[in-house]
């Protein structure tokens, strides 16, 4: 059974960071690219970024181009999503969904979505 949890949200100050955890498990060949969403109050989810489980092409959305970075430990079968300088305005859930791959690229990230986390709370204010 393929499982994705997320871990690593919480409160931080604006202009602070965070670091994300999605742990995989259970991963089959069909299981290629992670994708992390996030979704404010009121507004439609989002794609943040992805990366290739291939050859570790990454994609990011605009809202976190130049302050998050996307990155994978394959020993621990886990994807990290570092947020540095952090905005009110990333107050969000954010959740990873792994799948297979169609295209990573810097300007596009496409996706066939199996599975999903549960999803963790990051809430950004002073």
């Known amino acids: 059974q393929v499982q994705l949890v997320e871990s690593g949200g919480g409160l931080v100050q604006p202009g602070g960071s965070l670091r994300l955890s999605c742990a995989a498990s259970?991963?089959?060949?069909?299981?290629?690219?992670i994708k992390w969403f996030r979704q404010a109050p009121g507004k439609e989810r989002e794609g943040v970024s992805c990366i290739s489980l291939t050859d570790d092409s990454t994609y990011y959305a605009v809202p976190g181009k130049g302050r998050f970075t996307i990155s994978r430990d394959k020993a621990k079968n886990t994807v990290y999503l570092q947020m540095n300088s952090l905005k009110p305005e990333d107050t969000a859930v954010y959740s990873c969904?792994?799948?297979?791959?169609?295209?990573?690229?810097?300007?596009?990230?496409?996706?066939?979505?199996?599975?999903w986390g549960q999803g963790t709370q990051v809430t950004v204010s002073s």
């Open positions: 259970g991963f089959t060949s069909d299981y290629s690219a």
């Open positions: 969904a792994g799948g297979r791959e169609i295209t990573i690229a810097p300007n596009i990230c496409s996706i066939s979505i199996q599975t």
